[in-house]
Structures are given as C-alpha cells and as structure tokens.
C-alpha cells in the first residue's frame, strides 16, 4: 500500500538581522542625528547674527534669510530620513519576527503531519500483518473478522500508533479481536525480528509476548464487531 501526504513548504529563511547589520544602521542613524545637531549649531549662529544686528540698529547680512532657509530645510530633510530609517528598521524587525513565529508554526506542522503519516504507515503494515491471519479461515468467518479489523483500524489514532512498534500494535489488534499472534507468519518481516531480538534479551522471555487467545477463525465477540478499547489505549508490550 502506497501511502502519500502533502506537507506545508516551510518558508525560506528570512534575512539575517546580524550584529553586523544592525551596527550599521545604528551608525547610519548617528550620522544623521550628528547633521542634525551641526544644522542647528548653523541655524542658532544666524539667530544670533540677526539678533546682534538688531540690537546694533542694523540690517541683517542680505543672505541671512536665504541661509537660515537651507539650513532649515537641510535639518527638515535629516530629521526626515532619521524618522524614516527608524520606522524601516522597526518594520524590519517586526517582519522577522513574525516570519519566524510562521516558519515555526509550519515546522510544528511539517512534524505533526510527519508523525501522523508515520502512524498511518505502522497501522496499515501491521493491519496488512494479522490480515495473514484470516487465510485459513473459511468464507464466514473472513468476513467477520475482515470487519472487525477494518473497525480496528478506523477507531485506531495514527499519532498514538507513532509511538507504537509495529510489533505492538499487532499484538494490540490480535488481543482485541482475540486472536493469536503467528509469529511464522513474519518471520522474514524486520519488525517482527526486532521483536523477536528483544523480546529474546529478556530473561523471562525466549519468543515475542503473546496475548492469550483463541485462534483466528474461532473468534468470537471482538471478531463479530465490537472492538474493545485496545485501538484508544494501546497494551503496553514488556521490554
């Protein structure tokens, strides 16, 4: 069985807002604030220049007014570009910030939907697994327990069975619809000889644990299509 799922793009990386850079613009903005503060020292001389003629019952330099006008206009512009480079690195950083807020948010999801297809992949491997089971069975008693598996796997959740070895969760299967487990069956499967390995490292156990129950084709409620709680809360497998 081909199993496929269509993950979130994790965006690409946002721009880097190194040290290096945020020096930079720090400088920049001192700059300005520097031609700022010169414009003014020029602005208040000429105040006082005019003041000076004044007192003395003067006329002011001609080009006085012309002066105070460009230097005023040169302190508006700096003023300007100060304000807007603030605002642009402000905007800069909010951006960033909810870039990475988005890149992790799609990364949750990446993982999430990686685990649930994880899950999905060990259900159908093991649910594939104890469907060898029912071959011996006759025409009657296939169906029946065709159907209870299918009712197993519907109710069981593809994010608990990630956690799950594929091992467990056929045990989980054979349990609820109360038959035994044919480890011969498996025997050329991985998961089954990982099983098998660890259950063999295990002083108290020489083979896979098996549930106690009856044969396949003689199953008998859970088989008939009420499957117990085992596909909610799968059984715990000892070491």
Request: charged letters at 25%; aromatic letters at 4%.
């Amino acid at each position: 069985m081909i199993i496929s799922a269509t993950y979130p793009r994790p965006e690409p990386p946002a721009p880097d807002l190194s040290d290096e850079a945020r020096a930079r613009g720090a400088a920049r903005l001192a700059v300005l604030a520097e031609l700022a503060e010169i414009g003014m020292v020029l602005a208040r001389d000429l105040r006082r220049q005019a003041e000076a003629a004044a007192e003395a019952g003067q006329e002011p330099p001609a080009d006085l007014g012309l002066k105070f006008a460009r230097i005023a206009r040169a302190v508006r512009q700096t003023l300007a570009l100060e304000a807007r480079l603030e605002e642009a690195g402000a905007l800069a950083a909010a951006q960033a910030a909810g870039r990475a807020q988005r890149q992790a948010a799609a990364q949750r999801e990446h993982q999430a939907a990686a685990r649930r297809d994880e899950g999905e992949a060990r259900r159908y491997q093991a649910g594939a697994a104890v469907e060898r089971l029912f071959d011996p069975c006759d025409d009657e008693a296939f169906e029946r327990l065709e159907n209870a598996l299918c009712d197993w796997m519907l109710d069981a959740d593809a994010d608990d069975l990630a956690d799950k070895s594929v091992a467990e969760i056929v045990l989980a299967i054979c349990r609820d619809l109360e038959i035994t487990p044919d480890w011969s069956l498996w025997a050329d499967e991985p998961w089954a000889q990982a099983a098998e390995g660890a259950a063999r490292g295990s002083p108290a156990s020489t083979g896979p644990p098996q549930p106690r129950s009856s044969p396949a084709c003689g199953a008998g409620a859970a088989a008939s299509g009420a499957v117990t709680e085992g596909a909610a809360a799968l059984i715990e497998v000892p070491p």
